[in-house]
Every structure is written in structure tokens, then in C-alpha cells.
């Protein structure tokens, strides 16, 4: 595929993943709060690798054969789990030289379905941007970006995260689609602060529970210069 | 429910009715590229009562007890139906007093979905935006506006539309979801040209084969001052 022949596509959510193509497309999974954004820092600051999985049972499983448990349910760290769901656990010396087995809600869901059929599948969120950016870039295929969002529901900040990631594909990749555009469009009127302009985005309730320094943490954009990939179902770096 | 007790959502597409609650709710449908500009145009232009159904053969059975056949089928007219798909073929001589049955690809499959929980099932476009964001205004209810896309797939036409309901009635009614808040985002956009803003974004390839004055005349609001609503499956003027 020559330049401007390929196609980057956006998936609203992970419900809609039936209604895209993923044979020989790159799918990259965004969970911006937090799943991807955990993944790409803690890949990025030592961690050597990271399954995510579905049920908390699974993790705990992988815990007792020498892999750290990390995750969430509902926002909350999980009884016995070594981790909780906040980027910053996942760039300590407790996961250095690590493999964690990471349970979430949403993110886990999104790169189950997508492996099965997709060429290749990247997670990725604000921290590597850039880097993933130059990735596909550089590479001749489809795009395919697919929001986790929240409990099937799109979720605003991984749709600002895929309006980015087009933007960044311009020159390189046409949209074609309207929820592309849509999220292009939202990208547009945010970029100038994406944090101010999800807490002004209407009552989004589930922000005010997520405090702290996290939610910040996730929209800086261009921390780390990696690419992070799915390698038999564990993610690594590229 | 008292002022600003009242929410309104947004659903980007029927595949996603099943993550909305639609019990004791108005559930607005909206099919701007044509069904329900059609379905508009027509009821405020002398047709009695249209039934939405989503077989052709359907439709013939009802053309065979005197109803006139209307619809569409990717976009082409039907053989042996009485009417296209064009809001103007609504609004004629041979319409007017008539009953008509009427078939299209997406907004019937949206009504059928909509009317099996919903309190009561309207259908709006831009021509009569403002008559039905009043009747809104009245009403004690939530509502759930649900966008009949494409295929399945979310159409920024519809996803306009419903970010101007959700503009129009942010004095009475809260959105606290991220997809609705990505339709206010998009319409504030495009609100100063809808048209242009719809021909620029990206290549969108449907409005390409779907020439002719029938666009335009879609996107004009406020032509007819008329609610329409679904009793006994049939649509009818409030």
C-alpha cells in the first residue's frame, strides 16, 4: 500500500468491533484510564512483560507461578493483588525485571477480541503517542483504533486519545469513516487542554471518582518513546 | 421529575440500544439521510399515518389494502413502490390523505428496537428540530435519542441532529454521557454550516452518491412546526 492508500479507522467502542474488518490491519487497543496507560509506562520503566487477562481468577493463577497480579474492579485494587490500577505502581522497583498478569474492566475485553483476527495489535495511550504515531507510519497497513470505553459505553478520553492518533496519521492514512471524524472532531476541540476539556464535558461522573494524580499522568502526551505490542497474548515492547 | 432532573442521552447507533435503559423514557429516532426527514415532511404535509416496517414484501402486502409503498433499498427505489425515498415525494398531490408503508435500510430497524420498552417512540430531523425540542421541554421524562446510522455503523448526520436536541434542551434536561457529549461537541462544530461541515469531513463516500436537492432540504431546520409519534405502529402527527 503506497501512501495515502492506507485506511486508519476508529472503533467507538468494543461492541462495535463486529462492524470493522481486522484481517491484516494493525487494531491498537486505547484504555486511557487506565489499563493501556499502565501498560505502555510500566513496559516502558522495567517491566518485562504483561498478560492481560480477563478474570481475576486467571490472574491469580499467573501469581502463583511468579508473575505479579495487578488490576482493578470497579476502580478498586483487588484482594491479595500486588497492584492496583495506578500507572505510578507500574514504574516502582517492586515490577522491575517483572511479568504481570493484569486484569481490567474494559482494556482486557478490547484486545481479546481484537487478536483473534487483527495482524498485529498495539496498546497504546497519550504517555506514547509519537511513538506509536511513527510506528504505523512506517508501516504498509490498515489501522484500526478500538476504544475500550467503559463497560461497552464510548468513554470521551479514548476517543480524544484516537482523534489524536488520526491527526498524528494524516499525511499517511485517509479516513473514511464518520465515527473517524467524529473523533477527530472531538480532538479538534480539545486538544488545547484535553484534561480541562474532559472536566468540563458535561457530568462526567465517572472522572470525579478517579482522583488523584493519575488522571493527569495519562493525558501527557510523549513520556516514553516505546511501541508496545501483543506477542502470544503477553504485551512487550516492539 | 423537576427541572434539570430530567437526563438526556445520546445512542450512536441501534447496535448499542441494549447498553440504554429505555423504560419509561421517550426515545427520539432520528434518520436524517431520509427516513425520518421523510417521515417529517410528509406527516406535516397531508399523508394521515405512515407505518415503518422493514420488509419489502411487507411493505407490498400493505400496498395491496390500500396503502402506498415507500423506501429504499441501498438508496435505489423499490420496483413496484409508489414513492422513493426523496422528502419531496412526500409531500405531493398523491400523498396528501393517503396512509403509506414505508420500509428503509436503518431507521425502521431503530423504531422496531425502540418500541418494544420505550414509553412513547418519536421521530425528528432538522425540519422540525425546534417543535420537537418544545415538546420535550413539556414533558416530565427522560429521553434517549437514537441515531439510525448506517448499517449499523454511527452517521455524523444524525449524530448533528442529536447534539442540537441535546443543545436546545440543556436548559431542562442534564447529559451526563460521554456519547452525548460527543454529539454536542460535533454539532457546535458544524452548527454554522451543517452541509459544508458534512461535505468536508473526511471523504464521506455516501453523501457522494446522494445527490440532488434532497441533502440540502435534510439539513434546513425548523420547516415544519408538527411533533410525530408512533401509536399502534403507525406515525402520526401529536
Redesign the interface.
Known sequence: LSSMNRVIDVC??P??IC?HELSGKIAVIIDVFRATSCMVAGLANGIKRIRPVLEVEECRAFQSVGYLAGGERDAQMIEGFDLDNSPFSYMSEKTNGRKIAMTTTNGTLAIDRAKVKAQEVLVASFSNLSATANYLRHQEKDVLLICAG???????ED?LFAGALVKALQETH?????????A???Y??AKENVLEYLQR?????RLKTLGGEDIPFCLIPDQFDVVVHLVDNELCLK
Open positions: 467507538l467502542t461492541e462495535l462492524q467503559w463497560k461497552g459505553r464510548p468513554g470521551l476517543i485517509v479516513n473514511k469513516e464518520d465515527s473517524t471524524h467524529l477527530l472532531a472531538a479538534d476541540l464535558a458535561s457530568h462526567l461522573k
